[in-house]
Every structure is written in C-alpha cells, then in structure tokens.
C-alpha cells in the first residue's frame, strides 16, 4: 500500500482511539454517578451517608495513587516544597472535599436528571469567578451566552416535579466549590508553572480531603453510624464503587492527554443527555417538557460557549504558526548566510 493508504490508516487508528477514550470516559463518569446515586438514595441501597462515602473514596483513591506514584513509579511526582504544598495544594483539597460532599449529598434529595441539568450551570459559575479573580477578561458577547445558559437552567428547576430547595442549595453549592477550585487550579499552581495530571492530582489532593472531611464526618454522620450497629460495611459494593470513581479518574487522564480538555466538555454533554434518558427510562425519574425545553436552552448556550473556546484555539493556533515560518525562515536565512562566508573564507584563502 502507498504512503496515502498508510497515511489514512493511521488517521483511521487516530480517530478510533480518540473515539475509544471517550466512550471509556462516558462509561465510567456515567457508572459513577448512578452507582452513587444508587448507594445513597433512600428508596434504592439505603445507605445517605454522602461524608462517609466521599471518605471511602478519598482513602482508596490515596492508597492506589500513593501505590502508583511511590512504589511502582508509574508516574513521576511533582518537584514541590512543604511550603508550596501548604499554600496551594490544601486551598485546593478544601475547596475539592466540600464540592465532593455537597455533590452527593445533592443525589439524596434530587433526581440524576435534574442534576444534570443543573451542572450546565459549571461553565457560567467558572466565567464569573474567573472574572471576579482577574483569570479571564469581561466579555459581554460572553457574558450574555452565561446568561442565557442560566435562563435555561431556571426554566428547567421551574418544571421539575420533585424540586427540592435544601437540594438544588446543596448542587449549587457544589457548582460554586468546584468553580473555583478550577480558578484556583489556575492561580496556585499552573501560574507557577505546576502541572497536576489526575493521579498527581490524587496523590498530593486526596490526603487533604480526607483530613478535612473527617472534621464533619465525626460531627455529622459518626454519631449517627454508631448508633445504626447492624450496618455492615459491604466491601463488594463500596470497593467497586470505588475503583470504579479512580478508574475514572484514570480515564481523564487518557482522554484529555490523548485528545484535549475541550473534547471532554463535548463529551460531558453527550454524557448528561445520555443520563437523563436513563434517570427517565430506568430510574423512572418524572422529567416533563418544562425541564426539556429548559435544559435544551441551557444546552444550546454551553454549545456556543464550547465552539467558541474551540475558535479561540484554533486563531491561537493560527497566530502561532506564522511566528514559527518566521522563525524557521530567518533561520534559514542565517545558515545560507554563514554558508556564503564560509565559501568566501575558503575562495580567499585559496587565492
């Protein structure tokens, strides 16, 4: 076969790769979040400890990182000193345990499907803050497509069934928290030139958590698991749930190393789509036409906001490619120059 077959077929194993990260990621992300909700809602496995779980999952998640990173050495730590550690990575751990907690608190009290419709609100909630901190620039183009996104959203909780305040406060809660862990993300660390893939991240994060949450576990949830004596840890459901939540963390990895972070946006809608006709047909969670035409809306707008942050790539990119040609071409340039000079050296030593 000719170089052209060649070229399309490695082309063809490029997209079915990438195709392959993310339905692995849709997979997990989507196993997670059920299997979550099935643990901790009242009607399903009957275990509403969200602190407890979250805790599980910060503990395993330690252990397998720390295995990875420290005794097989399959990814290599992060140069960082006690003091950067203190200053940025527990900021982070904080604001990442309490965003944990509030999300799956949330699944007790609300339905997956409106809880995916309220996670549109992530892009709008990460531009606010983001301009409040200086991080990105106030744009109104922008700004109005946030606010269409919001628009949506409220139309979407105006047509729930089974709204719940203390709820939507808790999923809200959690939207605010993990915005601004990403803003600060940005701030403590890729600022100062620190890069964080998801098992570093695990690594260095993951410990915090667990030290922060045992503060209202033991206020909150210990007492109450006391007093429930016949409980009994089920280490076939909570093991696998876990590893389940660390594959997936796995999984980013991949998708974002071997594709890019937008991709994953892309596919985080497909995901949510994907979730609530599951939440409606299996789970049988009431989703009216209200919260469709709502969430369809808010869909439209993080569509927009993805093809834009897509454009601004693409002209990024475009800017850079010129700078390049120049650069090559200048270089070119030099070495044709220090050629001539080396021929004349030589003609007049020869003379």
């Known amino acids: 076969m000719g170089k052209g077959g060649a070229l399309s077929e490695g082309v063809l194993k490029k997209i079915l790769l990438s195709y392959s990260y993310v339905a ?3 997979f997990l992300s989507f196993t997670v979040i059920i299997y979550n909700k ?3 809602d009242r009607k399903m496995y009957n275990w509403p400890y969200p602190i407890s779980l979250t805790l599980i999952h910060m503990a395993f998640c330690s252990s397998l990182a720390y295995l990875l990173v420290r005794v097989f050495k399959l990814v290599d730590p992060v140069s960082m000193s006690w003091d950067l550690y203190f200053k940025s990575v527990v900021p982070i751990g904080l604001l990442y ?4 907690w509030f999300s799956n608190s949330a699944y007790i009290f609300l339905s997956v499907s409106f809880i995916q419709m309220l996670k549109a ?3 709008v909630a990460v531009y606010s803050i983001g301009v409040l901190f200086k991080k990105d620039p106030f744009n109104t183009e922008t700004m109005v497509n946030m606010v269409s996104i919001s628009v949506g959203v409220a139309i979407a909780a105006y047509g729930e069934a089974k709204f719940d305040t203390w709820g939507v406060i808790l999923q809200l809660g959690a939207i605010a928290f993990e ?12 600022s100062k030139g620190i890069t964080l893939n998801p098992i570093t991240s695990l690594y260095y994060v993951a410990p915090c958590c667990l030290v922060f949450l045992i503060v209202p576990w033991v206020i909150v949830e210990y007492p109450v698991l006391k007093e429930n004596s016949g409980f009994h840890l089920d280490y076939i459901v909570f093991g696998t749930n876990s590893l389940c939540a660390f594959a997936l963390n796995l999984a980013v990895f991949l998708l974002v190393g071997k594709t890019s972070a937008l991709t994953m946006n892309v596919a985080g809608v497909v995901k949510d789509w994907l979730l609530i ?3 409606w047909s299996v789970i049988k969670d009431t989703v009216t036409p209200i919260n469709l035409f709502g969430y369809g809306l808010a869909f439209l707008g993080v569509a927009y906001y993805n093809h834009s942050k897509l454009q601004a790539l693409k002209a990024k990119e475009a800017q850079k490619k010129p700078l390049q040609s120049d650069e090559e ?3 070119r340039l030099l070495e044709e120059r220090e050629g001539d000079n080396n021929v004349a050296k030589k003609n007049e030593s020869q003379a």
């Open 24 to 26: 692995i990621w849709i």
């Open 38 to 40: 099935y643990i901790l």
């Open 97 to 100: 345990s309490l965003s944990l």
């Open 121 to 123: 609100l992530m892009p």
């Open 179 to 190: 915005a601004t862990r990403l803003v600060m993300i940005q701030i403590l660390l890729t």
């Open 277 to 279: 006709a599951f939440s």
């Open 329 to 331: 071409e200048v270089g």
